[in-house]
């Protein structure tokens, strides 16, 4: 085990791994360095999925195991979705998880490091905070997962829907969408990287832009997004849901080469 080193295993979605990524570049630029087997990184954190059975059910094995074999220096930190809505579940089932942190403060992931070292508290320590994340707290992150030549931009996440067959509200808290510029600025970063699909994402992305007091947010989004894009040849819209589809936003999909012509519209699991 080497000091400021990490380990970090992301389950579940592509929003998950867009929030270990920027967990991890924060890390990065405090020194830390990642490293791919566990038993050689002084950080052990799981980003878990909280939303399915089969899902929460990985989380809880995954930190089981790093558990079971960490080792004296070690610290484990569950993160995530299951950390907001099965926290005891966790501390019952995990004995050894030294942290939690919770889906809005993924930002805050350095300083629970930072005081979990310097603590020798025998019982976890909590920052699962109820406050919205909102632009200011990201400091400075591209809020991406690149992956090849693809992106995953996370454009808005939370949920304001209480739909009663849906966990998404309790575990990730209402509809907080990113500044246009900010999601502007990092989309132009992604581009002179080399990506040439960009993927948007969030809980719901026809919703983008309603808490800013936006009307047809994700068509407005787009349409100042594009231009400046123009090197990415694919556009694509996941996470849509049917009652905020626009004409707009059909007749813009469907006179724009760039965003691919189709909806992804998820299904209840």
Not at 88 to 102: A, K, Q, R, T
Not at 132 to 157: H, M, N
Not at 219 to 228: D, N, R
């Amino acid at each position: 085990m080497k000091k400021n080193t990490f380990y970090l295993a992301s389950l579940g979605c592509a929003k998950n791994t867009v929030d270990s990524d920027s967990m991890a570049v924060l890390l990065e630029e405090d020194g830390y360095q990642a490293v791919e087997k566990p038993n050689n990184a002084e950080v052990l954190i799981v980003n878990t999925c909280g939303f399915i059975q089969s899902a929460r059910q990985e989380s809880i094995e995954v930190l089981r195991e790093l558990a079971e074999k960490k080792k004296t220096g070690q610290i484990l930190v569950a993160a995530g979705c299951l950390t907001e809505r099965s926290r005891e579940l966790m501390v019952n089932s995990v004995p050894g998880i030294d942290g939690f942190i919770g889906t809005r403060r993924w930002m805050d992931i350095l300083d629970l490091v930072k005081h979990l070292k310097d603590t020798s508290a025998g019982a976890p320590q909590y920052h699962i905070p109820e406050s919205a994340t909102v632009g200011r707290d990201e400091k400075g992150v591209v809020r991406a997962a690149v992956q090849g030549a693809s992106a995953y931009l996370k454009i808005a996440d939370g949920c304001r829907r209480p739909c009663a067959f849906c966990s998404i509200p309790l575990i990730k808290g209402t509809t907080v969408s990113r500044p246009m510029e900010v999601i502007l600025e990092d989309a132009v970063i992604l581009q002179d990287s080399g990506v040439k699909e960009l993927i948007l994402i969030a809980q719901d992305t026809t919703d983008y832009g309603v808490d800013l007091g936006m009307k047809d947010g994700l068509a407005t989004l787009l349409e100042a997004l594009l231009p400046q894009i123009p090197q990415i040849p694919w556009v694509r819209i996941l996470y849509s849901y049917p009652g905020y589809v626009t004409d707009r936003l059909i007749d813009l999909i469907a006179t724009t080469k760039q965003i691919l012509p189709y909806f992804d519209i998820p299904l209840q699991h």
